[in-house]
């Protein structure tokens, strides 16, 4: 690859430089004669810009070059006057001072993204504080790190807005810590609790809905010729994702596919089957936009319980999709889980799988690394739940009791007790190939209107779409916090 | 490399760098480049309206860093929560371990430390102070002056035209001005310079104007291939028009995307010069280095600028390279770029005594 502008973001040959620059080249000709070419772009699908010579190439094939691969000499582009000549045109002195540059730019584990959003006097003491406590825990110090506590405690009494708020859940999750006090972390609250602390974070800030979104977008990309679709949804929770994507099927041009949708949930009580009954409404929701829809509830204490013969595929009818927001991570707590999961999914063989996760890692070995970057993840996320212009709502307040357990179950839980082990992307990429995924680029349109959807909400400002290697990501100002990604079987 | 100094008076000296290499960029340059005005060319409607959407799809970005890489770590901050204006700050790195979270904001150390406000280029449309062009042109800016580096992710047009940039660049300099961590231990104060690129080197000027009015010490100005423009059509653009990779017609719709509805390019925020600006006479304007490309087409526009600083008695260096197109000074492969940086240091250290 060529250094500099791989640190510039583009993936480019050395070797393949002059053919680039003769597509581009091509591509500058094709669209000088005309404007319907550049019409045409415009409303085309573009995937991973990084990769140059893809994206060059998918133009030209998308405007149907009928130029040969010999260019007409006779048809010379103006802008040839700064074209190189036929050597490599860098001097001898300038590669001798060319800067070895590291990779700054890609997402690896080297990469520390902050944001300063609170920077009064108050705001940098109580991290000073909670820092200062967690690495008297690192140290075993807990003497020391008790009076922490209690001064963090204090601080974020009387601080205001999210950062008192985060401050506030750390501290609890340190208190437990110190305490060795329940370190499941609060994890024994039953299901249900779970799933409408859920439901609030879905309705209070889009992170959510745009992991449903996207996802969704990268299905339908998927299934487009398909007759029956089968989407299984490894965590089910109130479905809130799947009505959007039947009604995209409903108005599907040629009409809808058939919709069998099998939901993963954790086991369920005698008195209630809410698997079931979420079946229900979804049926009639089908049935009233006019889609042929099947459902079956999976119940499973783990997602490494499953087997493939549970799913009853039926690869001979069916496009099978397997979707999974929020969960992969939890069975990085046992070793050989999440591979035992992959190897299930791997082998019923399904067209697309949807992953989407949280951007961070709060899953290495050393508590304060991973104590560290949990605070700052989480203040970007309180921040962005924090919105000066409308009153605290039921809502938000509950979203913050829902993240306010993801922090405790960072800070205070080990073991398998401690299910919140986020990896970023990069970290999911190796994993997904090397159990024998292939990414699926997500595109243009994904991303258009991934960030129309966000510009609906209050503060959507400060939310951002990002393309990367393919992927999308949501993010608060400039720190990325959730992943989208879509992945097929290698080589198929 | 043959150098012909031409020097009139002490406040207006003028270093033509002849190149006599036969290729005018290298080629990775030129796919840089070209592939910039190939989405550019897309993304821009005809009707004046943007594609903002595929834009910021198209962009590449780099996430902040507070681990150092090259001696250079990074973190954004927001420094007005009404108009969301976020900044990335570049410090060196300290010796020893990585910064923590509160070791961001430690007080500079040193009796003189430069900060340098950066507008990035993109004709007031593209980029952002995150793209990576501009990440990495900051982080060069800081090894090479051993200053504090500011980047300014300001308001863009169409969507918001002027003087929402110039408020922006201007919300920044007080932001800078005001932090105690940024000041020289010289004399308590912060040691501004204000630099950027095709429009970020116009938004430089006129911050620059509006600190002056204010009472706010601006060191220097540093404008890369500034963006000025006016209804005349000059020699250099019909000359250069298509030539190297800008275009006339780019260039008025940039203008129209930027002016207030209704404004021709006679506005003074396109013309600093023309008809309707204010007068810089008498003011204690702070000194310019202007680099102008020869390839650039708007040349005689950069070169009627700096020629205005000098007839108004301000100290202006104009460094004109004369086989330079745009955007040499994002790849560090051409000896324009070298020359650049080592001018800019030079600049900036010699207020830094």
Known sequence: MDELLEVLGYKVRSSEMAEVAQKLEQLEMVLSNDDVGSTVLNDTVHYNPSDLSNWVETMLSELNNPESSDLDPTRICEDRSAFPKAEEGADEEASSKRIRLESVGSWGELTRPLVVVDSQETGVRLVHALVACAEAIQQQDLNLADALVKSVGTLAASQAGAMGKVATYFAQGLARRIYAADLSGGSSVGSSFEEALQMHFYESCPYLKFA???????????VTTARRVHVIDLGLNQGMQWPALMQALAVRPGGPPSFRLTGVGPPQTESSDSLQQLGWKLAQFAQAIGVEFEFKGLAAESLSDLEPEMFETRPESETLV???????????????????????????KPRIVTTVEQEANHNGV?????????????????????????????????????LGRQIVNVVAAEGTDRVERHETLAQWKVRMGSVGFD?????????????????????????????????????????????TSAWKLAGA | MAFVEKSSDLSFVCVVVCVLLQTVVPLNTWVLISNFKLAYNLLRRPDGTFNRHLA???????????????????????????????SRVYRPAFAGDPPSFTDLQKPVDGEVVPVIVFFHGGSFVHSSANSAIYDTLCRRLVGLCGSVVVSVNYRRAPENRYPCAYDDGWTALNWVNSRPWLQSRKD????????????????????????VESGIGVLGNILLNPMFGGTERTESETRLDGKYFVTVRDRDWYWRAFL?????????????????????????FPKSLVVVAGLDLIQDWQLKYAEGLKRAGQEVKLLYLDQATIGFYLLPNNNHFHTVMEEIAAFVNAECQ
């Open chain 2, 260 to 284: 207030p509805e209704g404004e021709d390019r006679e506005h003074p925020a396109c013309s600093p010069f023309g008809p309707k600006s204010k007068s810089l006479e008498g003011l204690s």
């Open chain 1, 439 to 483: 990414p699926v680029p997500l595109g243009s349109s994904a991303f258009k209107q991934a960030s129309m959807l966000l510009s609906v909400f209050a503060g959507g400002d400060g939310y951002r779409v990002e393309e990367n290697d393919g992927c999308l990501m949501l993010g608060w100002q400039t720190r990325p916090l959730i992943a």
């Open chain 1, 212 to 222: 449903h979104f996207t996802a969704n977008q990268a299905i339908l990309e998927a």
């Open chain 2, 56 to 86: 910021e799809f198209l962009d590449r970005k780099v996430p902040a860093n507070a681990n150092p890489v090259n001696g250079v770590f990074s973190f954004d901050v927001i420094m007005d929560r009404q108009t969301n204006l976020l």
């Open chain 1, 322 to 348: 397997v979707n999974s927001v929020f969960e992969l991570h939890r069975l990085l707590n046992r070793s050989g889980s999440v591979e035992k999961l992959l190897t299930t999914v791997k082998t019923v």
């Open chain 1, 366 to 402: 050393v508590f304060l690394d991973r104590f560290n970057e949990a605070l700052h993840y989480y203040s970007s996320l309180f921040d962005s739940l924090e919105d000066s212009y409308t009153l605290p709502s039921q809502d938000r307040v509950m979203s913050e009791v829902y």
């Open chain 2, 188 to 211: 308590s104060k912060v040691h501004i310079f204000l630099a950027g690129d095709s429009s970020g080197g116009n938004i430089a000027h006129n911050v620059a104007v509006r600190a």
